[in-house]
């Protein structure tokens, strides 16, 4: 057995049709398609104070693209989400996607991966806004570095770094500006706040 053949093997093996990548992904498509096809009406809505559940841990899948012979963290065509919540990207970056086969968006290599400059921007952006979160919440001594985020402690770490962030941020009206501040806003006013 060569290293070459054994690349092959494995290969086959991910694209097969009827392999268990292929299995797995046509099972996950059906729960996407499912949950996609829900009755958003009935989901109940979320109330002021209420826990929010830890988000699911993915360690994601290779992706294969057309006309490429190499791995992916992400399906072809990916566009990383713009315009989302803080929140939503935080867990995103620590915890992935199930639903789409995607670990989490912090090893997602933006040179291999991402193919437009407005998604090597969102990144970085992302990554800056991240940054500034973990930053907050090591200085306080709540968590040593960003590899201390994990399920059971993500919620906790963000609440406390945003809160915090919003105080900097906006010293006048902290508690006016919501949770749902974007990503973008966010790297905006931070952008800002630093060159003052």
């Not at 929010?52 to 012979?69: A, K, L």
């Not at 072809?76 to 996607?97: A, D």
């Not at 941020?169 to 006013?189: A, F, H, N, Q």
């Amino acid at each position: 057995m060569t290293l070459n053949s054994i690349r092959s093997m494995m290969t086959d093996m991910l694209i097969a049709q009827d392999g268990p990548i292929a299995q797995l992904s046509r099972g996950m498509t059906a729960i996407a398609n499912r949950l996609d096809s829900m009755d958003v009406r009935q989901v109940q809505p979320v109330v002021e104070g209420s826990i929010r559940p830890p988000p699911i841990m993915t360690s994601g899948r290779v992706h294969f693209w057309p006309d490429d012979d190499r791995m992916h963290h992400v399906p072809y065509g990916f566009k990383w989400p713009n315009g989302k919540s803080t929140v939503l990207l935080w867990n995103l970056w620590f915890f992935g996607e199930a639903v789409k086969g995607i670990g989490p968006y912090k090893f997602i290599p933006p040179n291999d991966d991402l193919c437009t400059k407005q998604c090597k921007t969102d990144r970085s952006r992302t990554a800056k806004v991240i940054s500034t979160l973990v930053s907050i919440a090591v200085n306080d001594g709540r968590i040593g570095s960003q590899r201390d985020v994990h399920v059971n402690n993500s919620i906790d770490v963000f609440d406390f770094s945003f809160a915090e962030l919003m105080r900097r941020l906006y010293p006048d009206t902290p508690e006016k500006r919501g949770i749902d501040l974007t990503v973008c806003s966010m790297y905006e006013r931070i952008r800002k706040a630093v060159d003052r």
